[in-house]
């Protein structure tokens, strides 16, 4: 059993930056792939990015070169860094973990965090 903890939401300016975390307790870390995900009130979950256990990565055409995903194995932390923001990705950012093949939909993700809240606003 996997737990995530996500933190470093918040409001933040049209064209400013976040740095989302995700700390991770109670599997081998190292063996999981991870993404990220986020969900506007009323709408599906989406999926952002995600980077598998040995390291490579994919995005979301809607935030290539303006969001980078990386991990951190020794301190079981996955990270989000958002560059550029604007106010329609307000959104809750949720981390996801799963084993086996990299994927980018929801179903393919076992263990879920809560959520961090990203305001975008002026």
């Known amino acids: 059993q996997v737990q995530l903890v996500e933190s470093g939401g918040g409001l933040v300016q049209p064209g400013g930056s976040l740095r989302l975390s995700c700390a991770a307790s109670?599997?081998?870390?190292?063996?999981?792939?991870l993404g990220w995900f986020r969900q506007v009130q009323g709408k599906e979950r989406e999926f952002v990015a995600a980077m598998s256990w040995s390291g490579s990565t994919t995005y979301a055409d809607s935030v290539k070169d303006r969001f980078t995903i990386s991990r951190d194995n020794a301190k079981n932390t996955v990270y989000l860094e958002t560059n550029n923001l604007k106010p329609e990705e307000t959104a809750v950012y949720y981390c996801?973990?799963?084993?086996?093949?990299?994927?980018?939909?929801?179903?393919?993700?076992?263990?879920w965090g809560q959520g961090t809240q990203v305001t975008v606003s002026s």
């Open positions: 996801a973990a799963a084993l086996g093949r990299l994927g980018f939909s929801v179903g393919e993700y076992r263990y």
């Open positions: 109670g599997g081998t870390f190292r063996l999981y792939n």
